[in-house]
C-alpha cells in the first residue's frame, strides 16, 4: 500500500467538469426563472476535474485500504467472510435496479417474489415464523425488534414493562437500542465462566420487565448454555426474549434461534450472509418474529401484506433491496447440503486457532468456542506491550487485526473471528504471525509498540483529532 | 467436489480436529443442550450452480415491468456517469468494515471526509456526519437530537408537507421514543405558517422540521417559518434534497439549525428503495450532539496527513445506553457514491441536471394542463423544480395504473384528488410527448370527459 496524500478537492482547475449531459430539447428555460429569494446565492464549491481525474483520484484512494478481498480479517463480531462476486452481478441486473419502490404492485412481482424467497428461507434457518426485511442494518434491527417488543406488551394493555435487561458482555448497541425505543437498561452479569449469571438474573425479574436481548453464542463466542432456563424465566415473568443476530454464523446449520426459545431476533446479512460491509454499510437487518408476534411487522411488508397490528413504519420504502438480492443469491448457492456445513466449519476455525495460539496469549476461559473467541493480551505482558500493539503490529504482516478492547470484561479483549471461508494456510499463517509477534514483543518491544511500520499512515494522533476537530475541508 | 466458498478439505478438517481434540465436528457444539440442536430438514432448494442462480434471477428481474419513471415521491430517477459504479465495484472499498484501523482504511476515512465536506458545502452547515440509513430515518434522528439538544423540551413539530413516509418513520420514532410529536397541516400547498405560529406559543417546542421542497414538490419559502421557531427558542431543521439544493437556497441561508434528507437524488438506483443515503448536518454548536460517524483530520507519528474515526465518545460502543443514537453501520458506500458523483458532475453539472429537470417539468405540467384533463390544484401558482402535482378532473386514483399499462410510472395518487409528476435530466421532449398522448389514451378509454 503506498501513501497518496490528495483529497479531490486539491486536484481542481476552474473550468474542468468530469461529465456530459444531453440538450432535451425543452429550449432555454433554466431554475434561474424561480424567485431569486428561493435560490441559493453562490454555486456550491464542488470540485471541478475531469474524468480522468476522477478515475485516478479513487483508485489511489482505494489502494490504502484493506477489504476481505485483500486478506484476512479475523475482526470479532464482525464476521468478515467471502463476499460472493456473483452476487454482486444479481444485485446489479437492470431488472431490478431500475425499479421504482413506488410502482403498482403487479409490475413488481419480481422484487416481491424475492422478498418471499428470503423471508422463506430466513425463517427456515432460524426457526422463526416471519420476517420483515425493511431493517437498513443490525442497530435498525435492533431499534425495531425493541418497537416490536413494546408494541407487544402495549397490544396486551401491559403499560407497566419499561425495563430491559442486557448482559454485561453484550454489543454496545443493545442499551443503545433500548434507549432509543424509550426502555430503561439493567444489566445482569457474567459469571466467571463468561456466561450470564442466571442468579443474578432471576431477582430482576419482574412485572416491570419487558424483556431481555441475548446474544448467543455471546460475545466472548461462548454458546450460552443455560439458555433454556434463562428463556423459561423471562417468559415466566411475561417478557420476551431478544436474539441480537450478530453472532449468528456458527449456529447456521446447528442451532435455531427459534428452537432456543427466542421471541424476536435481528440478522445481519452484511455477516452471516456474505454481503459486503462497504466500508461501513449498507447493511441490512432483517427481523424476524415468533407465532406470538404475528401481524405485527413494520409496514410496508409486501410478501405478509397489510400487517393487522403493524407497529408502524420504519424505513422510507422497503429496506436495502439491494442488499436483500445478493443474500439471497448467497444462500441459494449454499444450498440445504451446505448450509449444514456453514457454522460447524467457522467454528472449527475459531477453534483450531484458539488451541494453536493459547500458550502465547492468555486465554481466560479455557473451553470449547463457536465463531469466535477472546484473548486476554499476550500471555508474557512484562514488556507491557499491549493489545493495541499486538493489533498494529497484525498490520505490518497484511492481516487486518481482530476487535480490540471489546467485550469490556477483560482489559486487554482481543476478540478473533476467523469464519467457514479461510482456508487452512491462512489460518496457519496467521496463527505463525501471531507466534512471531509474541517473540517479538519479548525481544524487541519496541518496534511492536510502535508499530505499524509498513502502512500507508503509522499511527495516528486521535488526541488531536477529537480536541481540534477539523471535520471537513 | 467441495463447495467454492469453503476450502476446507476433509483432510483439513480431520486434521484441524485431531488439534482440537475432537472427534467429530458436532463434538465442538457439545456444550449446547440437546434440545436446542436441529435435526429437522432445512426448506431451501438444494445448492444451485453459479449458472442456475443466474437464471433464476435472471427469470425474477424479468416478472418486473420496466417503466418510463416520471414520479419520485422520495426516489429520483437521476443518471449516473459510468464512472460511479466503477469505482464502487472496486473491492478495496465494497469488502471493507468500517475504518477502525486507521492506518489500512485511508481510503474510505479519506472519501467520508470528502462526502462530510461536500455535503456541508451544497447545505451550507458546518458539520455533516458519515452518512445515516435513508432519508425517513434521518429526519427520525434530526428529530431525537433536537429534543436531546434541548434538554427539558419534549415536543416537536412537522410539517404535514413532509413526503408521507417521512412522516410516518418520524412518528414512529416519536411514539417509542416518547416525543410529543405535532403536525402543522398544509394550506393551499405549502405549511400552514399561522398554524405554525399557534402551535409555537407552547413552551416546550424542541424543534421544527419542514421540507425544503415538499410532497407536491412546492418550494416552501422557510425565512419566517425559522424565524418564528428561533423566537420560540426551537432548533429548525429542514429537510432537504441535496441535489436541487446544488441551485436552491441552502439550508444555512435559511437560518435553519440542522439539514437531513436523501443523498439517492445524486444519481443512485432506484433499487426498489435501496440502499440510498441519508444525511444529517448541523451547525457548529450542536457538533457533539449529532448523531453517527464522524471523520476528522489529524496527522500520523511521522506528521504526514491523516484521517480518523473521531468524537466516538459520543457513539453506542462508547456510551452504550447513553449515547445520542444507536446507529453504527450506516450507508458508507453508498456516501462514497454520492461523493464521487459529485465530484464528476461539479457545480455546473450539477447546475445543468438542475436546469435540464427543471425546463422538462414545466414543459411536461404545461403540456398535462393543455390536454383538458387537469386543474392546477393550487389557488396560485407555486414555485417548482422537477416535481410538481396536478389535479386530474377525474379518475385521479385509476390514472397511475392505467398509465403503468402504457409504460410509465407517472400521476402517482397523493389523495386528496392530486397526483404527482416528475422529471429529470434522464428525459427528453420526445418522451415527455409520448407521456401526454398516454394521459391522452388512458383519459380516452376512461370515458373522455374533457373540459
Same mark, same amino acid.
Given at each position: ?23 432535451n430539447g425543452?429550449g432555454?428555460?433554466s ?14 464549491e ?6 480522468p ?65 428470503l ?17 437498513f442494518?443490525?442497530?435498525?434491527g435492533?431499534?425495531t425488534?425493541?418497537?416490536?417488543m ?7 394493555g401491559d403499560v ?20 432509543v ?40 463466542g ?8 434463562i ?36 440478522l ?5 450472509f ?23 411487522l ?71 468456542c463457536?465463531?469466535?473467541? !477472546? ?23 497484511g ?18 473471528e ?40 503509522r ?15 | ?10 483432510e ?18 457439545s ?17 444451485m ?11 425474477l ?58 455535503i ?57 421514543h416518547?416525543?410529543?410529536? !405535532? ?5 393551499d ?5 399561522t ?14 422540521m419542514?421540507?425544503?421542497i415538499n410532497r407536491y ?11 418564528a ?6 432548533l429548525?431543521?429542514?429537510y ?5 439544493m ?5 439550508a444555512?441561508?435559511?437560518g ?9 437524488t ?8 435501496g440502499?440510498?443515503?441519508?444525511f ?45 443514537s ?6 458508507s ?6 461523493t ?11 447546475r ?11 414543459f411536461?405540467k ?21 416535481e410538481? !402535482? ?18 410509465f ?12 409528476f416528475?422529471?429529470?435530466e ?11 398522448n ?14
Open positions: 500500500m503506498k501513501y497518496y496524500d490528495k483529497l479531490i478537492f486539491e486536484l481542481s482547475q476552474n473550468g474542468r467538469c468530469g461529465c456530459s449531459l444531453p440538450d425543452f432555454e428555460t431554475c434561474t426563472e424561480l424567485p431569486t429569494a428561493l435560490q441559493r446565492a453562490q454555486a456550491p464542488l470540485p471541478q476535474v475531469s474524468e481525474d476522477v478515475v485516478r483520484h479513487y483508485t489511489n484512494l482505494s489502494s490504502m485500504n484493506f477489504g476481505v478481498d485483500t486478506g484476512f480479517y479475523p475482526l470479532g463480531s464482525c464476521t468478515m467472510k467471502y463476499n460472493p462476486k456473483i452476487n454482486e452481478e444479481i444485485a446489479a441486473l437492470p431488472g431490478f435496479t431500475s425499479v421504482h419502490p413506488l410502482q403498482p404492485l403487479s409490475t413488481v412481482m419480481g422484487c416481491v417474489q424475492v422478498y418471499k424467497e423471508s422463506d428461507y430466513l425463517c427456515s434457518i432460524t426457526g422463526m415464523s416471519a420476517f420483515t426485511l425493511n431493517p442494518a443490525g442497530a435498525h435492533e431499534l425488534g425493541l418497537m416490536l413494546k408494541h407487544y406488551h402495549l397490544l396486551h407497566s414493562r419499561r425495563k430491559v435487561i442486557v448482559p454485561d458482555s453484550a454489543h454496545g448497541t443493545n442499551p443503545a437500542s433500548a434507549a425505543c424509550g426502555f430503561e437498561v439493567v444489566q445482569v452479569k457474567s459469571r466467571p465462566d463468561g456466561r450470564v449469571d442466571v442468579e443474578d438474573l432471576k431477582p430482576l425479574l419482574d412485572e416491570t420487565v419487558a424483556g431481555m436481548m441475548m446474544t448467543n453464542p455471546n460475545t466472548l461462548l454458546f450460552e448454555t443455560g439458555i433454556r432456563e428463556a423459561q424465566l423471562v417468559h415466566d415473568c411475561g417478557g420476551l426474549l431478544y436474539y441480537d443476530g450478530a453472532n449468528l454464523n456458527p449456529l447456521i446449520g446447528v442451532v435455531r434461534p427459534g428452537d432456543m426459545g427466542f421471541d424476536i431476533l435481528h445481519n446479512l452484511h455477516k452471516s456474505s454481503t459486503p460491509h462497504g466500508g461501513g454499510g449498507p447493511g441490512a437487518g432483517p427481523v424476524g418474529i415468533s407465532e406470538k408476534l404475528k401481524g405485527s413494520p409496514q410496508p411488508d409486501f410478501y405478509c401484506g397489510e400487517q393487522e397490528f403493524s407497529m408502524g413504519r420504519i424505513s422510507g420504502f422497503q429496506g436495502n433491496f439491494g442488499v436483500i438480492l445478493r443474500a439471497l443469491a448467497y444462500i441459494l448457492m449454499l444450498g440445504r447440503e451446505n448450509v449444514k456445513l456453514l457454522g460447524s466449519y467457522a467454528t472449527l476455525s475459531a477453534n483450531y486457532i484458539k488451541v494453536c495460539l493459547k500458550d502465547c496469549y492468555e486465554l481466560p476461559i479455557d473451553s470449547v463457536k465463531h469466535e473467541f !477472546v484473548f486476554d493480551g499476550l500471555k508474557d505482558k512484562s514488556n507491557e506491550v499491549t493489545t493495541l500493539d499486538v493489533a498494529k503490529r497484525l498490520l505490518d504482516y492481516f487486518h487485526a481482530p476487535t480490540i478492547y471489546f467485550p469490556l470484561l477483560f482489559h486487554q479483549s482481543l476478540m478473533i476467523p469464519t467457514e471461508t479461510e482456508s487452512r494456510q491462512t489460518l496457519d499463517e496467521f496463527i505463525k504471525v501471531m507466534r512471531t509477534i509474541a517473540e517479538e514483543a519479548a525481544t524487541s518491544p519496541d518496534m511492536v509498540k510502535s508499530a505499524p511500520h509498513n502502512t500507508p499512515v499511527r495516528p494522533d486521535e488526541t488531536q483529532a477529537a480536541r481540534h476537530p477539523i471535520l471537513k475541508a | 467436489m467441495n463447495h467454492p466458498y469453503f476450502p476446507h478439505t476433509e483439513d478438517i480431520r486434521q484441524m480436529m485431531e488439534k482440537c481434540g475432537v472427534s467429530s465436528l458436532r463434538e465442538l457444539y456444550d449446547v443442550p440437546s434440545d436446542c440442536i436441529y435435526e429437522g430438514e432445512y426448506n431451501l432448494p438444494k445448492a450452480s453459479e449458472l442456475e442462480v443466474r437464471r433464476h434471477f435472471a427469470s428481474a424479468s416478472q418486473n415491468v420496466p417503466l418510463k419513471i416520471f414520479a419520485g415521491a422520495g426516489a429520483y430517477d437521476h443518471y449516473s456517469p459510468a464512472v460511479v459504479p466503477y469505482i464502487l465495484s472496486r473491492s478495496e472499498f465494497s469488502t471493507a468494515y468500517t475504518p477502525y484501523q486507521a492506518e489500512i482504511s485511508q481510503g474510505t476515512l479519506r472519501a467520508v471526509f470528502e462526502w462530510q465536506s461536500m456541508c458545502r451544497i447545505t451550507g452547515m458546518d458539520v455533516a456526519n458519515a452518512s445515516m440509513y435513508d432519508g425517513a430515518t434521518s429526519a427520525a434522528e434530526s428529530m431525537m437530537m433536537a429534543v436531546a439538544a434541548s434538554r427539558k423540551k419534549n415536543r416537536f413539530i412537522v410539517s404535514a408537507s413532509l413526503l408521507p413516509q417521512v412522516l410516518d418513520v418520524v412518528s414512529t420514532y416519536a411514539r417509542f416518547g416525543i410529543d410529536l !405535532v403536525e402543522v397541516p398544509v394550506e400547498g405549502v405549511t400552514s405558517l398554524e405554525l405560529k399557534t402551535e409555537l406559543e407552547s413552551a416546550d417546542v424542541a424543534g421544527v419542514m421540507p425544503g414538490g412546492v418550494i416552501e419559502d422557510l425565512a419566517e417559518a425559522v424565524e421557531a428561533h423566537s420560540a427558542g426551537a429548525f431543521v429542514e432537504c434534497d441535496p441535489s436541487a446544488t441551485v436552491l437556497k441552502t444555512g441561508e435559511w435553519a439549525d440542522v439539514a437531513c434528507g436523501d443523498a439517492q445524486l444519481g443512485m438506483p432506484l433499487n426498489f428503495g440502499p440510498y443515503c441519508g444529517m448536518a448541523c451547525r457548529q454548536e450542536y457538533m457533539r450532539k449529532l448523531p453517527g460517524r464522524l471523520v476528522g483530520e489529524t496527522v500520523d507519528a511521522d506528521g504526514k496527513r491523516a484521517f480518523v474515526l473521531t468524537l466516538q465518545a459520543r457513539e453506542q460502543h462508547i456510551r452504550r445506553e447513553k449515547a445520542t444507536n446507529i453504527c453501520s450506516n450507508q458506500l453508498m456516501a462514497l457514491y454520492a464521487v458523483y459529485l465530484s464528476l458532475m461539479g457545480p455546473a453539472g450539477m445543468k441536471v438542475n436546469d435540464l429537470s427543471y425546463a422538462g417539468a414545466h411536461l404545461g403540456e398535462l394542463l393543455r390536454t383538458g384533463y387537469f386543474e392546477e390544484p393550487f389557488s396560485v401558482e407555486r414555485p417548482f423544480l422537477k410538481f !402535482v396536478l389535479r386530474p378532473r377525474r379518475d385521479a386514483e385509476k390514472l397511475c395504473g392505467m398509465l403503468a399499462d402504457r409504460g410510472l407517472a400521476a402517482l395518487p397523493l389523495g386528496e384528488g392530486l397526483v404527482s416528475c422529471v429529470t434522464k428525459h427528453d421532449r420526445i418522451e415527455c410527448e409520448e407521456l401526454v398516454a394521459v391522452k389514451s388512458a383519459f380516452d378509454a376512461l370515458g373522455g370527459a374533457r373540459e
